[in-house]
């Protein structure tokens, strides 16, 4: 890092360290841990999932950038008192991916005893045993990625979201732009089937909503109570082709076959 970079992380941690004191003391983040001390049903899903693991790891997608982002150090904030403060949740290990990340981001989220991941996931991270995934800001297709890779009862049991509601998440406009071509629209909807797909089967717990709540976009806690016998295949609507994802070092490239 250079000179230029020292300075601006030192001012980012500054900075950090202030959000987290005024986010630990805001009417949302004692909302956020009363709703978790004292609703049963929610205390149940999150026991049930985290059993007798002793810690479970955060993932955190679509974070933006520290450097740049008011929202971004709040939402960051968040994770870190949740890892401080929350007992119950057990959260251990932290990594955490976005595009927008700078390396003065990435030397501040380090400092807090996170992992900044090197490569893009986009969001397909398979799961074998219980894992919080933080998704302040993601868009439906990562998390359509995230249930592909986990597209299995006892996989999908392991998620806990915490993130945008799934009703967002599965009804958007199937083709939200008449000027998008086929390839476009095709990976619109098969990317939206498996949101549509899951969403009858997915339970959600709003946070409270409240005038200091504005960097966490209607954030829900969102789990996935599945019958281990459905054929989760049969779930997805036929009528979509088939999608291979090819990853490339900054994007992702859709070929279908019928």
């Known amino acids: ?52 693991e002793e ?18 150090q709040y939402q960051f904030a968040l994770a870190l008192l ?24 990435a030397n501040l989220i380090q400092s807090f005893g996170c992992n900044v991941l090197s490569v893009d996931e986009f969001a397909r991270r398979r799961v074998e045993k219980p894992t919080l995934f933080f998704l302040p800001c993601a868009p ?15 996989k999908l049991e392991n998620l806990i979201i915490l993130g945008t509601s799934m009703h967002h998440w599965a009804n958007l406009k199937e083709q939200p732009d008449p000027e998008f071509d086929e390839l476009e629209k095709l990976t619109i909807n098969d990317r939206l089937r498996y ?9 959600n717990f709003a946070i409270y909503k409240g005038d200091d709540c504005w960097p966490f976009h209607n954030l829900h806690w969102i789990f996935f109570n599945l019958h281990p016998g459905i054929d989760f295949n049969e779930l997805l609507p036929s009528k ?4 291979i994802s090819f990853y ?7 070929v279908f076959y019928k």
């Open 1 to 52: 890092m250079d000179e230029e970079d020292v300075e601006e992380l030192v001012k980012l941690n500054h900075e950090m360290e202030i959000t987290k004191f005024e986010l630990r003391d805001s009417e949302y983040y004692r909302k956020l841990r009363d709703q978790l001390e004292k609703n049963h049903l929610l205390k149940t899903e999150i026991s049930r999932r985290l059993g007798s």
């Open 55 to 72: 810690q479970i790891q955060m993932i955190i997608y679509a974070l933006g950038s520290l450097e740049y982002s008011f929202s971004s």
């Open 82 to 105: 949740m890892r401080e403060d929350i007992d119950m949740l057990r959260i251990g290990k932290i990594e955490v991916f976005d595009p927008c990340i700078t390396p003065v981001d």
């Open 140 to 154: 439906y297709e990562l998390v359509a990625n995230l249930l592909e890779v986990n597209w299995v009862p006892s």
């Open 195 to 203: 949101t549509q797909a899951i969403y009858e089967s997915s339970v």
């Open 240 to 243: 979509f082709v088939k999608l």
């Open 248 to 254: 490339f070092s900054t994007m992702n490239l859709y």
